[in-house]
T-cell receptor, first 111, second 114 residues
Framework: SQQGEEDPQALSIQEGENATMNCSYKTSINNLQWYRQNSGRGLVHLILIRSNEREKHSGRLRVTLDTSKKSSSLLITASRAADTASYFCATEPGSGSRLTFGEGTQLTVNP | DTGVSQNPRHKITKRGQNVTFRCDPISEHNRLYWYRQTLGQGPEFLTYFQNEAQLEKSRLLSDRFSAERPKGSFSTLEIQRTEQGDSAMYLC????????????FGPGTRLTVL
């Protein structure tokens, strides 16, 4: 079953705006990872946040994790048309084990 | 070394035929994972290996599916007697146990069963 659930399912914004995507999960995790997938392509790893971390940054990306609410958010600042893709959160219950993905958020950045 | 590679990239087969996919992980990565993704869905876990040992198999992996990693390097995923419901993208990922546990994905093999 899908543990991670992304919200919203689809998001359309203008170039330069910020995009926020949310992810909720149900069971305990070791870490949570965000991936990007362009149409018909493989997944590109964006960022990993461990269960004992609350916030992490990587370039224009900011990820937060609230283990008490079992939720995470991905913020992309100053979006670009090239950011158009599907974004997935994936949870890992134990170190190096399976990932459980949500259904993803389809982000469209209009030029 | 350029990352995880998968072959073939596309496979079209007729129902009832057997197919085999290959995954070459990032060099020295000791964990290798297989996932399946259907259109509009997130990837679903199938199985994973640490070195040559298959550590976990999903219930999705029916008796028609078998995966091997004989020397702890590349892996193969075989589907016997394919069904139309097997049509999907098959993704492979690898990681280095104990070093961040980030899973790096290959480009996938798109299977179409006619």
């Amino acid at each position: 079953s899908q543990q991670g659930e992304e919200d919203p399912q689809a998001l359309s914004i203008q170039e330069g705006e910020n995009a926020t995507m949310n992810c909720s999960y149900k069971t305990s995790i070791n870490n949570l990872q965000w991936y990007r997938q362009n149409s018909g392509r493989g997944l590109v790893h964006l960022i990993l946040i461990r269960s004992n971390e609350r916030e992490k940054h990587s370039g224009r990306l900011r990820v937060t994790l609230d283990t008490s609410k079992k939720s995470s958010s991905l913020l992309i600042t100053a979006s670009r048309a090239a950011d158009t893709a599907s974004y997935f959160c994936a949870t890992e219950p134990g170190s190096g084990s399976r990932l459980t993905f949500g259904e993803g958020t389809q982000l469209t950045v209009n030029p | 070394d350029t990352g995880v590679s998968q072959n073939p990239r596309h496979k079209i087969t007729k129902r009832g035929q057997n197919v085999t996919f290959r995954c070459d992980p990032i060099s020295e990565h000791n964990r290798l994972y297989w996932y399946r993704q259907t259109l509009g869905q997130g990837p679903e876990f199938l199985t994973y290996f640490q070195n040559e040992a298959q550590l976990e198999k999903s219930r999705l992996l029916s008796d028609r599916f078998s995966a091997e990693r004989p020397k702890g390097s590349f892996s193969t995923l075989e589907i016997q007697r394919t069904e139309q419901g097997d049509s999907a993208m098959y993704l492979c990922a690898s990681s280095l146990r104990g070093y961040g546990d980030t899973q790096y994905f290959g480009p996938g093999t798109r299977l179409t069963v006619l």
